[in-house]
Structure formats: structure tokens, C-alpha cells
């Protein structure tokens, strides 16, 4: 394995502690629960946001604490969902009168340390609710699974409550706000690498030369099918599909596009994605209102990219329009 | 049974086992999950094994829940909650029987957790998951107790019994857990979790007579 | 070659298309000469900055031109300085009455086309300085050698000037600021894989599993040495002492810290490395007043990581801190 | 010698080199270089193979002269204002001359070109670039005229010492272009630019007496 770490235990704490460096007016950190918080503290006017999952996904979530976004991150280790402690501890550091907005994608054991630390959180007084994020259509919403995973998606998740709560909205608001945008996010990924979490030291999983993994989910988790690597337009094919058909969305929509790189592929190659994704949609009647392209749910060092799709109306348009301000900055 | 040094002895070798195992468990989860098994259960039991001489000891059940705490709130990924789950259920039953606990109580602890396990993460038996491990092996418990076996041949029976199951989650389809997005390719290797549990077992028959037990429970 | 591209030899148009698709209110692309300009074009009231080089480094250049940056870059194909024609085109595109400043890392490919450029623009009768970067502190600078390199220091020259510019200063006065910030910025960078540009296929060097090559350029050439994988804090002391020494920064300096990938390493490992490094200055009695952390100037897909120090003093920290807004966004 | 059919001759085979052998040199310059030699050179020289027959015909300077445009203005990296400044200064020799130009007007033409390289790019001879394979092949073919060899017997002397002086390169610590930052590591393989030019050499000496050469004189 070939990675800036010390020792492979400390990974997330030594990241964290270097974000916290890096931002040392905006950002606290509390290394007994791999916790980020604004330095600002959490204000009785707003409703405070967390989102937890595991480490690995960077920026998401710990890079995207700040003013119109999160107001806490409480990460787990890489690819494990943080401990139910870490996330009930968060809670009460960023406890409002108006409420906690609990942000979960949909894996069982995020969904348990949360459901638990609500639990306590609820017990203890603390208003409290949690919202899950299902955006990947590579996985089947049958009844026998667990439904689908989240991925980049939840970035518009995080923008859209994170501007509304902002502005003064209530915890049932921000439930009402989230849950839409839920249900008009879809996103599809692949992998044209393995991802290498530093305590195994190597990859998850084995992948030829030329072979790519499609479908693959945020974790090194292998995905549905593998295939052979083909032209760029036919992995966007491959990519956009699922996603357009699924929802559907179609003709006349206006949408946000993004386009994610996994870790490993530069952004170059993100944004040749992005045009050939733009054009195919534009040939399809699809309008592309906002555009975003870059690093925002990744898997450690993983070569690849996902899409996602949101279709907009006024309110979803105006909320991801908001001005927001986080740690990950390039001035 | 002297209740508290046996649940001692079972909480340090699980603990143990845990942690001597990291490696192959993270190995056993990559296959089709995400390769954290090991790091997380590592990382928690370690905690276990810090904390060891602060844990409550005014019995068994007591032990056995201030463990589970620990559990729950200090390992991520999804074995926290589920394996904390088993322990705080455990001590529940442990808890709620007052004296000494013999071979039908720890088959009432055993069912007492899966049945907390399927309430915390949803899952059936047959879902491939450490389920199918630990419900086999409780039988054989069950019925190496009811044949009046000593707690050597109990666990050594528990322990083939539980070894046998995890191989036989290999042609399953997984339903729960990370593996569960891969559908079918889930078929053709056993369920990790399954496999740590089998792991645990076999240690626990390997030593049940060594010192380190029957000491302890001179020693008690 | 596992990437997404279809032609290689369209890798840079098809990526700068799809970065003014995704930028259609502030990016314009003129396809011919590979040239993106601010949608707003040239004004008479500030000096135009533009900046050219091979592809490969995004987001250098072409995607750092707007508000307060540069208002035009020139790209050459992958790793191949630009035709002289593509940096004369973009000179007549964004005159200004205030002239033109050009910025060029120091390569002898790059000289020579903005040399010749500069002669035919002046020919024109267009006001044109070009200024030359050269901050990489791996390559000795000896009278037998071409000079240093420029790497990632790049962008706070850019920064600088923009600000400056932006602000009504004279060309003069650029040169000045630009030539400045060269003479107090350093950086050393080291990559831990090869890069494979699309149109080779194949990774421009061997790697062993466990080497490293240090002092790398940022065009996959090799580096002065090879080593082998170490704990993150030895990695950063390779980086850190030879750019610590040359200057050299001594203790009582304010310096801005920049951790730069160089396209292949996740954004976790480039904080855990900016974390050690804002230690290590502290320890020193170097303190660290800016930071930088993310991908600046990149080397394709290659693994690694660069450290750039910039010595501050009131006005480059002044125009280091002023507003700016490009093309890459994560909102 | 008809000089603009020569010159057509000798730009075309130049060109169709570079395009057959981007892979090839790619590879050479990616050994110590940046690997980008083969695709500038054969991009560039696409454009001169496209716009043929625009190119204006009134002499072979003239030619040579808008060939040198183009590949001065469209190539990059350094071999774009390199190869230019080469083209250019041949040009601006056979345009001094009146009538047909001989074999003394070639080595004239290629002295100037490689002044006007060390000018452009401020290499000397032995520090590891064309220039080292330009000099002796242009000796040699000053040798050749003197000793009034025919066109393919110079040719064939000019490619065979092109690639000696090529492979000469390898020992060479090179001190110009990409290759320079690596200080010791340059020794031991040739320089990519200079294999470049032998490869040309060795493809104009194979040509010289071809159809394609021969009958586009007599047509001419
Ligand atoms: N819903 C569930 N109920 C019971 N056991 C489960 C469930 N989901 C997963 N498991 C068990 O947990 C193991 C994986 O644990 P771990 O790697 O910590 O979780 P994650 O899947 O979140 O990465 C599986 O091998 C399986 O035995
Ligand atoms: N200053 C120079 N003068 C003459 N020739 C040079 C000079 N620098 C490099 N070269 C030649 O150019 C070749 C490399 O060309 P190319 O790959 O296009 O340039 P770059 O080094 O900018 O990538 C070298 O192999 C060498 O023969
Ligand atoms: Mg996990
Ligand atoms: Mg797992
Ligand atoms: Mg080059
Ligand atoms: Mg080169």
C-alpha cells in the first residue's frame, strides 16, 4: 500500500486533525468522537444539521460543516458507521431549542447507531428527527433488500436543508424539504478501480486491466456486474440510463447534474463526463439548470465516477442556489 | 458454573479472538462487503479489554451488560449495535435470574439475543447472516444440555455445530448488510460475520479447559 | 488504460468543453486555440492575465480563469507546452489598454511559445510582459540546467496578480507583485505512482509496489530519486526540509501552506499531510497563516502530493486573502 | 535536383515519419522525458499533411518558408518552436538563393537551421538534444557533396551517421528539455529528439531513389 498515513488506526483521527488545522476560525474538533463542529456552536434560531457515516467519503461530510450546510460531522472509521456514542455525543454538542436534523444514507448500520442515539437523544429531551437518503439506483428497492444505499445524492440533501434551516424553516419543514429532494435524486456509479482502505493495506477488491465494476457503491463493495472498459460516451450511457429511466425524468425537466469522482480520477476526465453527459440530456429535452462537478462523495482512492439527478422545481432551484461556506476551499 | 468467572472467560476470549483476528475477518467482509468487519470489532473489544478491571462485577448479568454498553456505543459499522444488542440481551436474561446460571439459562441468553438482533437489524434466519451461525450452535447447546454433557463437550459440539453453519452460508443469497447489494454474487463464500462467530466458538472450546478458565474459576 | 476518454487525442478539447458547458454564464471556449476566457471578455480598466501550459494540471489552468484570477489560459495538449498560435490568438483575444500580463511556469517548451508570442503581440502593438514561475526547489539551480521548474506555486502568483489587477494596477506594478511572490515560494513534491497520459495508454514510468519517486515534476517526468514508501511523517519531512532549507524560512516567518495533489490522492490524505506539516512550521516557530489543502496543479492521475511555502508579508497576504471566483465549485 | 520537388519530397517523408512513429517516440521521450514528443510531432505535422496543397509553391524557400508557420505555430511543447525555427532559417537560406539549389545550399540551409535552434532554445552541441545527431549528419553530408556522391549515397551516409551520433546520445547527461531535471538519471538511454531525427534520416535514404521521389521529379 502506498499512502500518506502513519499508522493505519490513526487515519481518520490524523485527517481530522489536519482539517481542524486548516480551519481553525471556522472548524472545532473533538477527537473523542471524531467529531467536526462550526466553532461557532450550534444558535436556538436554527435548527443544527448532522450527518455521520463512515470515514473514506471525504469532503463528505466532515469537509461540508459550515454556514449553509452541516453543523456537525461525527464520521465512524473508514467505511464503518460511526459508533452510536459518537452520534448521540454529537447531538447533545449541537443541541438547539429548534430541534436536531439527523441526516442517515440508508446503510443498516448507520441507520442503527442513529436510530439508538435518537433513542437516547429523545430521552434526554433533545427534539430530534432523521431523515435517510436512498439515491442509488444500482440497487434494487425490492422487499427482500434493504433498500437502497445513499451516495453523492446527499449532497443536495445537505444543500437544500442546510439553506432552509438557514432561513429560519422548523425540523418538520426541513423533513418536508429533505424528503423531496429524496424523492427526486437519483445517482449511479462506477468503478474503474479497487479502493484501498488503509487498515486492510490492500485493494477490496480485484479488478483486470481493463475490466470496471459497475454499479459499485461508496464502500469498495463490489457493484452488480463487471464489464470491459469501453469509450467514455458509453460509460456516461452506462452511467445516465438507469438514472433517467429510473425516476424517470424526462422532456421538459429542468435538473441538476452532477458529475462525482470516486477519488482517484482527476478532474479533467470529471468534466469530459460532464459534457458528454450534458449533451445527452439536452438531446433528450432535458434542461441542465445547475451544474457540479468534482470530488463531493468519494471512496478513498477509488478511480471512477458517478452521476446524480435532481429534478428542480422554484424551491429546490432557489434553496441549492443559497450561498453556502465550508471548510474544503480552494482561496 | 460460577457464573461471573465463566462469563469472564467467554467475554476475554471472545475479545481476544477479536482482536488476534482482525486481518482474516477484514479479509472474510471484502469479499462481497465493505472490509471493515475486522477493523470495527478489533477496535471495540480492544476497548472491551482496556476497560476490562472497570467493569461492574456484582454478577454476571451486571458484567455482561456494562460490556455490552461499552459494545454498543464504541464499535461502528454495523456490528456495534448487533453485537451489543446480544450482550445487553444477554444480561438481561442473566439479570432477571437470581443465582447461579446453568446450561438452560445460557441457551435462554443465546435466544434471548438473536431474537434482540433480528428486532435491531430486521433480519430472518436464512438472510445470510451471523444468524444462521448462532442459531444452529444455540441448538447444539441446547441439546448438549439436555444430554448432560460437561461444558467441555458442550462447546466443542457448539463450536462444530457453529463451524458447519458458517460453511453452509456459502450458497446463500445475502439480504441483509452490505453484502446484500451484490445480489447473487453474494453466492460462493461464506457470510463473515458467520465465520467470526464460528472462530469465537472453537476458541472458546479450545480453552474451556485450559488454566486460564478453570484458574479463574479456582480462583473465584 | 482504464479512464474515461474516448479519442485520446480529443482527452483536452471534449474536457474543456464540457467545463464551459458546465460554466455557461462566466466561461467562454474558443475550440480553435484550445483557449477559455471569462464570458465578460477584456476591459480597458485592468491589465488581462492569462496563463498557459501542457494540459494535464487541471484544475491549472483553464480552470482557475474568473473574478480575481486569471481571465484567460491557453492550454496545450497533454503535457506539451501550447503552440505558439494558441497563446498569440489568446494575447490579441483579451487585450486590454492596460496590456497583458503573461504568466509561465519555467519550461523550455513554454518559453519559447510565449517568447515568440510576446514578439508577434508586441508587433501588434499590444502591451504584453511575461512573467516566468519557477518555485519547485528539486531541481538544482545550476548555469547548466534550464532553471527550476514552476509547479503549484503557480497559483499564488496567480492569486496575487488577479488580486491586483482586479484592484486597477498597472502592468508594472504586476510584474513587481508576480516576480515578489516567485522569489519567496518554494515547493518539492513526490508522487507514489506513475501518471498515464490518455494518449500513451500506459503509465509513463515503473513504480515498484513499494517505491516512491521523489522531486517528481508535475509531467510524470522522474524524478532526482527513488525511495521507498515511508510512514506519512517521514514523507513530509522529504517534502518539507529541502523547501524549509532553501529559502530558507527561518522562525518568526508567517508563511501560507499548501498541500497540493497531484490528482490520484484523495482530499483524506492530503489533510492528514497538511496536519503534520502545520506541526512540524509550528515546532519550527514558522507559523502558518494561510492554508491550502486540496488539488492546485496536478499531474494527471498520478498519486502524490506536493508542499508549496509562501513567505508572507502584509501585501501578499492582503492580496492572497482578497475575493475571487472560478470555474471549479463545489456549490 | 529540382529543388521544390526535393523539398516536397523531403517535408512529406518528414511528416509521414513523425505520424507513423507517434507511438514510438512517445515512448523514447517517456524513458527520462514527459512522453509527449510522438503526439505533438505527429498532431503538428497532421496539419501539414492536411493543408498540402495550400502551401504556396513559388519556390522551395517559399514552401519551406510556410511549412515553418505552420509548424511554428501549431506544434507544442518544445519541439513545436524548435522544428520551426529549423524550417525557417532553411527557408530563409534558399530564399537568398537564386535558381536551383545544390548539395552546398543544403548544408548551408541545415548549419542555419541548427544556429537558429541553439538561438531558440539556448542548447549547445553535447548537451543531449537533436543538435548532437543534426551536426554529424550534416558533416556528413557535407562530405558526401565534396566528394560528389549522388543524392541517395549522401543520403544513405548523412542517415547511417545520424543514427551513430544517436545512439552516441546514450552516455550523454542531458542538459536541455524535460530529460534535464533528472540530472544522472538522463544516462543510459538516447535522446528521444535525436532518435527522431535518425528515424527520418534512415526513411528519407529509404525513399530516395523510390517512385514517389523519382517520378515527382520527372513530373515536375
Ligand atoms: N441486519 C443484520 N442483522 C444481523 N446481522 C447482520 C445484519 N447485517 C449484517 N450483519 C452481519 O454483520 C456482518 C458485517 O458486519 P460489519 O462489517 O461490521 O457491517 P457493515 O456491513 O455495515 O460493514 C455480516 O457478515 C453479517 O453477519
Ligand atoms: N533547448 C533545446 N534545444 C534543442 N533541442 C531541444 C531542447 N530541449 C529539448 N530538445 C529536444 O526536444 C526533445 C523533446 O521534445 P518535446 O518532447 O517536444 O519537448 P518537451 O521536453 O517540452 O516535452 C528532446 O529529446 C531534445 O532532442
Ligand atoms: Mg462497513
Ligand atoms: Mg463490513
Ligand atoms: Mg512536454
Ligand atoms: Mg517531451
Known amino acids: 500500500m502506498k499512502k500518506f498515513v502513519n499508522d493505519p488506526q490513526q487515519f481518520v483521527p490524523e485527517m481530522l486533525k489536519g482539517l481542524a488545522l486548516a ?41 461540508v460543516v459550515g454556514p449553509g450546510m452541516l ?8 467505511f464503518a458507521a460511526p459508533p452510536m456514542d459518537y452520534v448521540y455525543e454529537t447531538t447533545k454538542l449541537v443541541n438547539s431549542a429548534k430541534g436536531v436534523l439527523l441526516l442517515v444514507n440508508n446503510y443498516t448500520g448507520d441507520r442503527m447507531a442513529f436510530d439508538m442515539a435518537q433513542e437516547l437523544s429523545l430521552a434526554d429531551g433533545i427534539t430530534v428527527k432523521t431523515l435517510f437518503i436512498d439515491d442509488d439506483v444500482a440497487v434494487k428497492d425490492s422487499t427482500w433488500t434493504v433498500g437502497r444505499r445513499g451516495v453523492a445524492g446527499n449532497f443536495f440533501v445537505i ?19 429533505g424528503e423531496k429532494v429524496v424523492s427526486v435524486t437519483r445517482s449511479m456509479g462506477l468503478a474503474l478501480t479497487a479502493c484501498t482502505p488503509p487498515a486492510k493495506g490492500a485493494p477490496l477488491f480485484e479488478l483486470g486491466p481493463d475490466e470496471i465494476e459497475i454499479g459499485v457503491g461508496i464502500h469498495g463493495e463490489p457493484g452488480r456486474r463487471r464489464a470491459k472498459i469501453a469509450p467514455a460516451n458509453e460509460l456516461v450511457d452506462i452511467l445516465l440510463d438507469p438514472v433517467i429511466t429510473d425516476l424517470p425524468f424526462v422532456a421538459g425537466d429542468r435538473v441538476a447534474l452532477m458529475v462525482n469522482g470516486l477519488g482517484g480520477t482527476p478532474i479533467s476526465e470529471l468534466y469530459l463526463v460532464y459534457g458528454i453527459a450534458h449533451d445527452k440530456l439536452e438531446a433528450l429535452g432535458i434542461s441542465v439548470a445547475r451544474s457540479y462537478v468534482g470530488e463531493y462523495c468519494t471512496s478513498l482512492d477509488m478511480a471512477g465516477a458517478s452521476i446524480t439527478l435532481v429534478k428542480l422545481d422554484d424551491e429546490i432551484e432557489g434553496l441549492l442556489a443559497a450561498p453556502a461556506e ?5 482561496f | 458454573m460460577t457464573s461471573l468467572s465463566d462469563a469472564e472467560f467467554i467475554v476475554r476470549t471472545i475479545a481476544q479472538t477479536a482482536v488476534d483476528n482482525e486481518k482474516y475477518f477484514g479479509d472474510l467482509d471484502s469479499v462481497v462487503g465493505d472490509g471493515d468487519l475486522g477493523f470495527s470489532l478489533a477496535r471495540g473489544f480492544e476497548i472491551v479489554l482496556k476497560d476490562w478491571d ?7 448479568g451486571t458484567f455482561l451488560q456494562k460490556v455490552g454498553i461499552t459494545i454498543t ?6 456490528s456495534g449495535p448487533i453485537w451489543g444488542t446480544a450482550f445487553l440481551r444477554s444480561a438481561s436474561v442473566a439479570k432477571a435470574h437470581d443465582g447461579e446460571l446453568g446450561g438452560d439459562d445460557v441457551v435462554a441468553m443465546l435466544r434471548s439475543a438473536m431474537e434482540g438482533i433480528m428486532a435491531r437489524g430486521g433480519a430472518s434466519l436464512g438472510d445470510k447472516t451471523l444468524l444462521d451461525v448462532l442459531a444452529p450452535m444455540t441448538d447444539a447447546i441446547e441439546q448438549g444440555v439436555a ?8 462447546m466443542a459440539s457448539a463450536a462444530a ?60
Not at chain 2, 73 to 78: K, W
Not at chain 2, 147 to 152: D, H, I, N
Not at chain 2, 165 to 191: H, L, N, Q, V
Open chain 2, 54 to 60: 472497570s467493569f461492574d462485577r456484582t454478577d454476571a
Open chain 1, 23 to 63: 480551519n481553525p476560525d471556522t472548524l472545532t474538533y473533538v477527537p473523542e468522537y471524531n467529531l467536526i463542529m462550526r466553532k461557532s456552536g450550534p444558535s436556538d434560531d436554527k435548527v443544527s444539521i448532522v450527518q455521520g457515516s463512515g470515514s473514506g467519503h471525504e469532503p463528505a461530510h466532515v469537509m
Open chain 2, 161 to 220: 455445530s457453529a463451524r458447519a453453519a458458517a460453511e453452509a452460508t456459502t450458497p446463500m443469497i445475502a439480504k441483509r448488510g452490505r453484502a446484500a447489494y451484490t445480489g447473487e454474487r453474494s453466492i460462493g463464500s461464506p457470510d463473515a460475520g458467520g465465520v467470526a462467530v464460528a472462530v469465537i466458538a472453537e476458541a472458546l472450546a479450545a480453552n474451556w479447559d485450559s488454566p486460564e478458565h478453570t484458574q479463574q474459576n479456582t480462583a473465584n
Open chain 2, 73 to 78: 456505543g464504541r464499535i461502528g459499522g454495523t
Open chain 1, 159 to 177: 444543500k437544500a436543508v442546510g439553506a432552509a434551516a438557514e432561513a429560519g424553516a422548523d425540523l418538520d419543514e426541513l423533513m418536508r424539504i
Open chain 1, 71 to 78: 453543523d456537525a460531522a461525527c464520521p465512524g472509521d473508514v
Open chain 1, 326 to 330: 465550508v471548510g474544503v476551499r480552494i
Open chain 2, 147 to 154: 444430554t448432560g454433557q460437561g461444558g467441555a463437550a458442550v
